[in-house]
């Protein structure tokens, strides 16, 4: 890290004074006139904060030698025996110690304080390997994941997962605890029929390549269909292991942080063990079309267990929308631009896209025993243009695919033959499962086919590895390259495309990237994008990449690593730690404004006090049977008969047979339902929003305001026939006083598309001068005569009771049960008024 010039300093000095004044006092969260009152104000500020504590900080840091948790914070490439570059040793250490800007508006003093981060994830960034009964050896994993996560040097980390392998004794499981320990690793001992069932069989053969298209087991894979539900059991029962060891060693105030499609039951188990948990998920693969997602046996289950979290991340837009879709048609949930809405909890929905460390990549080119694997693989490949391929031993990452485009190129473009080579470096992973084994031999026999047929006695035109590099001679690779080659299937990112432009700084070489790959949306300007399934496309893109002039490279480059070396691990890390604790700020807020819950014990009292009791009730929604997820499972017939819950009809007739209280069913719907359903009670019936009224004992009247214009309605029912003809599963009532279209079992985001045509059409359309009021409900739309509203009936209604009744003695108790839309708040207001 450079030191700033004094100039710079002063001017930061000059900016921490006016930053303490404006955010520093008092609570971050605090309510005057200066503290943020939006979420993107407080996001903003947050983010200003970490930027001024980044430049102002480190060089007095550097300059006082005070280099406590920043292993790395002078990194001048001649200190030290790796140049300031940290070896995997070191840079492990860099992830458990360090600085936090997170909670910096906490801090008086401007210094941030740690905050306390569990990253929980279903692999440890060491896997261990047995050398004794009680001895160790810690290699560094390999994987996007465990890259990225260890770039994050901001917080105070522990990691809690798996080591990757099987310790079934108590002496092991001490020892390696106590080594693991050193790294702040926590393991998680999982045995070997759990890592079968959980991580082999439900991870990696069912939920891994659902979540890449390639669907759920079929042909040979189809026998796992049938151990389906024994392999989901051991997955929640992994989980719920991982929860256990996250329980114990969780401190009030850490975040939680658990990682990928392993964990998507985790957030519910440590909801369920404290709702004060501040919990974050995030997926590293992509998530698919809600239609991909259908087709899996537990996809309710999961999708709820994920909603416990209070934050969810995806690398892009389209998978945290495809997400907050799934929730909406599988589980007919709200989706809202913030997220997944469940009776009035906010689970928050967004898209951080991950990064690298790209210092450490540009820092590592620049020590000697990488400078000097330049030098040989320089020599090695003289005369020669070299293609890069980095990949795990994965289908998802379009291995065969790539190997076939660069044959077709070779076959058509035969001057090429002896002036390129692909070097394709496949890093073996999860090798027990069988899909991976079959992998392995294709690879292998096209690999050989190809060098059989282009090869000559001294070369061959593919060099391929099955094996992991280390990261300097990684580096060096990716350095010496002129053009890579990234075909993913699908990849939920695909860091290697970004380590690859962080090391071409000289070289300026051109990457070829899958459009299927997330890294597609942030380095799509400066890649040539393919579609690797396309061959013929990614063959002629090879050509096109190789003969590419220099100033088109430089271009191109330059775009990309602008990208690369500012969207960090480090930013990826903290933006999402800050969103999170912004998250339950905003519950908090929200959960302040919530009505309170009616406090029972005390309304029980009152009740038995009173004389001259009244009961609202609504209908729909409170008194009936509540059908299952609406859209999917055919309910809709059972739900539009609208049936009084038979477990509340013994109670209904105890309270109505009560001399000392009147019931009076309030609801929207006509006549006709009401009577089918409490004809039998002694009870008032107020139908259509209060506009007819009857004593269950005598005839119907009418409450509705005198000259109610309702000459309207045909046009209405004319709009109403049209959308509902247009909109599958959705259908209309035709009452006495108003009319509703209902899309709640349609599909929902078709079912809003159309209501929003149909109000504008209403809104501006013929009966726009009618007095009507045109009411948008959660999934209906409902046009009534102005002045046909449950508040403004309840007064008629009350003046009927009283007079009837005769009654001489005030009500002194009021109780109203309702599922109260916006729309009835005026009858809110005016009971609220009533004396109790
Ligand atoms: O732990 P393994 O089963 O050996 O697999 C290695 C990791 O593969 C996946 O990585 C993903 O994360 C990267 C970083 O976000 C992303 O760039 C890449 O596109 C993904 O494939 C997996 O999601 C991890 O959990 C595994 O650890
Ligand atoms: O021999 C190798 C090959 C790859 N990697 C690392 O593995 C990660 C692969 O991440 P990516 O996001 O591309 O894909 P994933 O394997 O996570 O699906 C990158 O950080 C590579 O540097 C490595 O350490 N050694």
Request: with cysteine; hydrophobic share 40%; aromatic share 10%.
């Amino acid at each position: 890290m450079k030191l700033k010039s004094s100039e710079e300093i002063c001017i930061s000095q000059n900016h921490l004074a006016q930053l303490q004044t404006k955010y520093m006092p008092g609570n971050r969260y605090s309510f005057n006139s200066s503290t943020p009152k939006t979420r993107l104000e407080r996001l903003l500020r947050e983010r200003e904060l970490r930027k001024f504590n980044q430049s102002f900080h480190l060089p007095n840091e550097a300059k006082d030698g005070n280099r406590e948790g920043d292993p790395f914070g002078n990194d001048s490439p001649n200190e030290g025996d790796n140049g300031g570059v940290p070896n995997e040793e070191e840079f492990l250490e860099g992830f458990t110690t360090g600085r936090t800007v997170g909670d910096a508006f906490e801090r008086q003093d401007a210094r941030p304080s740690k905050q306390r981060l569990l990253v929980v994830a279903n692999r440890l960034p060491v896997s261990a390997v047995r050398k004794g009964e009680d001895s160790w050896q810690l290699e560094i994993s390999v994987g996007g994941l465990v890259s990225a996560l260890l770039g994050v040097k901001e917080f105070e980390a522990r990691w809690i997962g798996w080591a990757g392998v099987n310790v079934p004794d108590e002496i092991g499981q001490k020892s390696l605890t106590k080594a693991l320990a050193e790294k702040r690793c926590i393991p998680v001992f999982l045995d070997e029929e759990i890592v079968h069932q959980y991580y082999n069989g439900y991870c990696n053969n069912m939920l891994w390549p659902l979540f890449h298209y390639l669907g759920l087991p079929q042909e040979d894979r189809l026998a796992t269909t049938r151990s389906f539900q024994s392999q989901f059991d051991a997955y929640k029962k992994a989980n719920q292991m991982f929860a256990d060891v996250v329980n114990e060693h969780y401190q009030n105030g850490d975040v939680v942080w658990c990682h990928d499609y392993h964990l998507m039951f985790l957030p519910k188990c440590l909801k369920e063990y404290n709702t004060e948990m501040k919990v974050g998920w995030f997926l590293h693969t992509p998530f698919p079309s809600s239609e991909i997602h259908r087709t899996l046996p537990s996809r309710s289950e999961l999708l709820r267990s994920v909603l416990a979290a209070d934050l969810v991340g995806f690398h892009t837009y389209d998978y945290a929308r495809h997400f907050v879709s799934a929730c909406t048609r599988i589980l007919g949930l709200e989706g809202t631009p913030e997220g997944v809405e469940d009776q009035g909890k906010l689970t928050r929905v967004a898209a951080f896209p991950i990064g690298i460390d790209s210092d450490r990549f540009v820092r590592a080119l620049e020590l000697p025993q990488v400078q000097n694997h330049i030098k040989e693989l320089k020599e090695r490949f003289a005369g020669r243009k070299v293609m890069l391929g980095v990949d795990r031993l994965d289908m998802i990452k379009g291995i065969p695919q790539k190997i076939l485009a660069f044959e077709k190129f070779l076959e058509e473009n035969p001057n090429w033959r002896d002036k390129v080579v692909l070097l394709q470096i496949a890093v073996p992973t999860r090798t027990d499962v069988p899909e991976y084994q079959k992998l392995t031999s294709q690879v292998h026999e096209i690999v050989g086919r190809i060098n059989g047929r282009f090869g000559t006695l001294t070369t061959v035109p593919i060099h391929h590895l099955d094996r992991s590099l280390d990261f300097h001679a990684l580096c060096a690779l990716y350095a010496v390259t002129d053009v890579a080659l990234v075909t993913s299937l699908r990849d939920g990112m695909n860091l290697v495309s970004y380590e690859f432009v962080a090391c071409q700084a000289s070289k300026k070489g051109v990457l070829i990237l899958s459009e299927f790959a997330g890294a597609a949306q942030s380095l799509g300007a400066g890649a040539i994008l393919v579609n690797p399934w396309n061959i013929t496309e990614v063959a002629a893109s090879i050509g096109y990449a190789l003969n590419m002039p220099a100033d088109e490279r430089e271009k191109r480059h330059w775009h990309n690593f602008m990208h690369v070396t500012t969207h960090t691990s480090q930013e990826w890390a903290m933006t999402f730690v800050s969103e999170l604790n912004d998250t339950i700020f905003e519950a908090q807020l929200r959960t302040r404004q919530v009505p309170p819950l009616l406090p029972t014990k005390d309304a029980i009292e009152r009740y038995l006090q009173s004389n001259n009791r009244l009961l609202i009730l609504g209908f729909n929604s409170t008194l009936t049977e509540s059908v299952d997820i609406p859209g999917r499972r055919g309910g809709q017939i059972k739900e539009m008969e609208l049936k009084l819950h038979p477990d509340l009809k013994e109670p209904l007739k105890k309270l109505c047979d009560d001399p000392k209280t009147t019931v009076i069913i309030l609801s929207g719907s006509d006549r006709g339902i009401l009577d089918d359903n409490f004809s039998e009670y002694n009870m008032w019936l107020a139908a259509e929003n209060g506009m007819f009224l009857r004593l269950t004992t005598g005839e119907w009247m009418t409450t509705m305001p005198d000259n109610l214009n309702m000459d309207w309605v045909d046009s209405v029912k004319h709009v109403f026939e049209y959308f509902t003809e247009r909109t599958p599963r959705s259908h209309f009532e035709l009452r006495e006083t108003s009319l509703v279209w209902n899309y709640k079992y349609a599909d929902i985001e078709f079912g809003r598309l159309q209501a929003r045509d149909m109000l504008q059409h209403l809104w501006t359309g013929p009966i726009s001068n009618a007095s009507v009021d045109v009411v948008q409900g959660g999934r209906s739309v409902e046009v009534r005569a102005v002045g046909v509203t449950k508040g403004a009936a309840i007064d008629r209604i009350l003046g009927e009771i009283v007079h009837n009744r005769g009654m001489k003695a005030p009500i002194d108790y009021v109780l109203c049960i309702g599922h109260f839309l916006g729309k009835n708040f005026l009858l809110n207001r005016q009971l609220q008024q009533e004396p109790r």
